[in-house]
């Protein structure tokens, strides 16, 4: 049981450039969460999904798109990354709105 | 729209004090609080979440105590130890609707051997 996982680890884009980060979790958890987490500002809602199939915008989600193509995949898009996307993204999972998150290993993002 | 306040920002303190670190929040309709550690590049791992209805949650040496009238939780440590150095992080849920947990800035805590 490996919980949440999100890959790539760490990345370095040039502005303008597009990538994917890729979240997993193995608990049959139905919603699903992306955040971004700057010094001073804490963690911060991205988009959340309740579901397949269904995704939210969250607190902060100008610049970013995601699906939930599948139960247990949450993916998060950058289409032209700018380096205001510079961040620590987490991913988390939850068996319902008012249940524990738990939280992947998170993606340290630079963009140049 | 509720603000959640973590203070001190920074805390050292010696190993085996006994400590407390503070979590308030404006708006008191939650559902629960959630208190968080984070290590240095690490994700969050979740230590104890407290129901509204609960006034505290205990785990090992860590006792999470909730006063959602006057919007306050705390954290106490027990013993510390240099192992407990790490950012502790609170999230409150709100009662309404979807809305995300509302995470503070955390504390920083050093345990000093």
């Known amino acids: 049981n490996a919980g949440v996982t999100q890959t790539p680890k760490f990345r370095v884009l040039k502005t303008g450039q597009s990538m994917t980060l890729l979240c997993a979790q193995d608990?049959?958890?139905?919603?699903m969460y992306w955040y971004r987490q700057d010094p001073g500002m804490g963690l911060r809602l991205i988009h959340y999904?309740?579901?397949?199939?269904?995704?939210a915008k969250g607190e902060v989600p100008d610049g970013y798109n995601v699906s939930r193509l599948k139960k247990q995949n949450f993916l998060l898009g950058l289409e032209s990354a700018a380096p205001s996307q510079t961040s620590v993204y987490f991913c988390a999972s939850s068996s319902g709105h008012f249940y524990e998150q738990y939280f992947g290993p998170g993606t340290r993002l630079t963009v140049t | 729209k509720q603000e959640v306040t973590q203070i001190p920002a920074a805390l050292s303190v010696p190993e085996g004090e006994n400590l407390v670190l503070n979590c308030s929040f404006t708006?008191?309709?939650?559902?629960?609080l959630q208190w968080f550690r984070q290590d240095p590049g690490k994700g969050l791992t979740s230590l104890l979440l407290?129901?509204?209805?609960?006034r505290e949650q205990t785990s090992g040496r860590l006792n999470a105590s909730l006063d959602k009238s006057s919007g306050r939780s705390t954290l106490y440590i027990a013993a510390s130890q240099p192992g407990d150095s790490a950012t502790y992080l609170c999230?409150?849920?709100?009662?309404?609707?979807?809305?995300?947990?509302?995470f503070g800035k955390g504390t920083r805590l050093s345990v000093i051997a």
């Open positions: 608990m049959n958890h139905e919603y």
């Open positions: 999904s309740v579901g397949e199939g269904t995704t």
């Open positions: 708006d008191s309709a939650i559902y629960n």
């Open positions: 999230a409150v849920k709100m009662v309404a609707g979807n809305t995300p947990l509302v």
């Open positions: 407290i129901q509204s209805s609960q």
